[in-house]
């Protein structure tokens, strides 16, 4: 059973414009949520990371909202630039943070 | 600092030989995660150090795969007996430890089955 499910598999965006991914998880003990950015042939990279306790966390044009009772959470990247194309993954730990659960990915491509 | 390194950056095998894959985690980092990511899937969790320790190997595909780490720091994974499902990339990330969020990850191992 997959634990966390990312939507859209791959999105096109013009420059400028708001790219929407979105991660939803079915394990309530899950209380962190990191999104990571992936470029070929490198390794993912954290990009921006939220706790339960809050609804939206927000890092330079890059935003995480958090809506707990429906077990979703999605990222958003505003005034999108053609070097944000890349994969990005959402995943999802427990408190212990043994174990992450991620997301099947996103690839996004920003136009010019 | 030097971050995450993995060798070998491509490795090429045939079916049923056995391969290593090794990973340098940044210094000072306790934790170590191994994942592994098939072409255009998601990352899959193999298994996690915390020092030497791998209390859940939960995630191991099978018994053909193997992990250790020593002294804290480099850590190997062993394929036994591979075989073509297992071509992927193998990740490896550390970070400080528990109660530290953030896993720095290596390049990745490109292993080819064959």
């Known amino acids: 059973q997959q634990q966390v499910k990312q939507s859209p598999q791959s999105l096109i965006v013009q420059k400028g414009g708001i790219s929407i991914i979105n991660c939803a998880y079915e394990n309530t003990a899950f209380d962190y949520f990191p999104w990571y950015q992936q470029f070929p042939g490198k390794g993912p990279a954290l990009l921006i990371a939220i706790r339960p306790d809050v609804s939206e966390k927000k890092e330079g044009r890059f935003t995480i909202s958090f809506n707990k009772s429906a077990k979703q959470f999605s990222l958003h990247i505003m005034d999108s630039q053609p070097g944000d194309s890349a994969t990005y993954f959402c995943?999802?730990?427990?408190?212990?943070?043994?174990?992450?659960?991620f997301g099947s990915g996103t690839k996004l491509n920003v136009k010019p | 600092g030097a971050g995450v390194s993995q060798s070998p950056s491509n490795k090429v095998t045939e079916k049923g030989k056995d391969v290593e894959l090794r990973c340098d985690p940044i210094s000072g980092h306790t934790a170590l995660y191994w994942y592994r990511q098939s072409l255009g899937q998601g990352l899959e969790f193999l298994i996690y150090?915390?020092?030497?320790?791998?209390?859940?190997k939960s995630g191991l595909p099978s018994d053909r795969f193997s992990a250790e780490r020593t002294g804290g720091s480099v850590s190997t994974l062993t394929i036994q007996r591979t075989q073509q499902e297992d071509s992927a990339v193998y990740l490896c990330?550390?970070?400080f430890g528990q109660g530290t969020y953030e896993q720095y990850f290596g390049p990745g191992t490109r292993l080819t089955v064959t």
């Open positions: 150090f915390q020092g030497n320790s791998a209390p859940d």
């Open positions: 990330a550390s970070s």
């Open positions: 995943a999802a730990s427990n408190s212990g943070f043994n174990k992450f659960y």
